[in-house]
């Protein structure tokens, strides 16, 4: 399904722009590893490429890699791009100052088990930077999974992520206008974590 949302526009299906929450939550971010995980057409890699951050972003599909990588190079970047799936893929043990979590929707096993990855593949003192639609969000016709199962909340992310220290966690709604991909309120949560030192 992604490959073909991706491949059959030419334009970018939620835009060129980051996400409004990574945005405003890497300010004083130091720079470091970043992996932005399923980062579709690589918006979010491409503007952590852009404050400095050595990035790799990783998709399933071919057709939003060779999106992001053609971004970059607009953009005048270096942004890793990796076609991989995420419920198999080895993101690493300690190796990222930074893992990038954006819409990132999927069944809740492949979630849980990513999720885990995420808090082994974090360095000490790393952060998760995620933003995801809510149960909410199913019905509202602004984006977003139909299927409430692959959506996120706070209890969930705070089983999942065991391990981290929540920084901050909230569940709103707020307007996303991100592309013709998502246009108008969502019921989203927001969440960064730390990995203690």
């Known amino acids: 399904m992604w490959e073909t949302r991706y491949g059959g526009v030419d334009g970018f299906l939620y835009g060129t722009e980051p996400n409004d929450f990574l945005a405003e ?63 198999v893929h080895d993101i690493g043990i300690e190796c990222w100052d930074t893992v990038v979590s954006i819409f990132a929707h999927m069944p809740p096993p492949v979630r849980a088990a990513l999720h885990a990855n995420i808090v082994a593949a974090l360095r000490p003192g790393g952060r998760l930077i995620l933003e995801a ?25 705070n ?16 307007p996303v206008v991100e592309g013709s991909g998502h246009t108008g309120d969502g019921a989203v949560v927001q969440l960064i974590a730390r990995k203690p030192s």
Do not use: W
Not at 161 to 174: C, I, K, W
């Open 133 to 157: 639609y809510t149960p909410d969000q199913v019905g509202r016709g602004t984006g977003g999974p139909p299927n409430p199962e692959l959506t996120m909340n706070l209890e969930a992310l």
């Open 25 to 87: 939550s890497v300010r004083d971010l130091p720079l470091g590893d970043v992996l932005c995980v399923a980062d579709g057409e690589g918006r979010n890699g491409v503007f952590m490429a852009g404050l400095g951050h050595r990035v790799t972003s990783i998709d399933l599909t071919k057709s939003g890699m060779d999106k992001a990588a053609r971004l970059a190079a607009d953009r005048g970047v270096e942004l890793t791009t990796v076609v991989a799936d995420l419920g």
């Open 159 to 174: 089983d999942e992520l065991s391990g981290l220290d929540l920084e901050h966690a909230l569940e709103t709604v707020r």
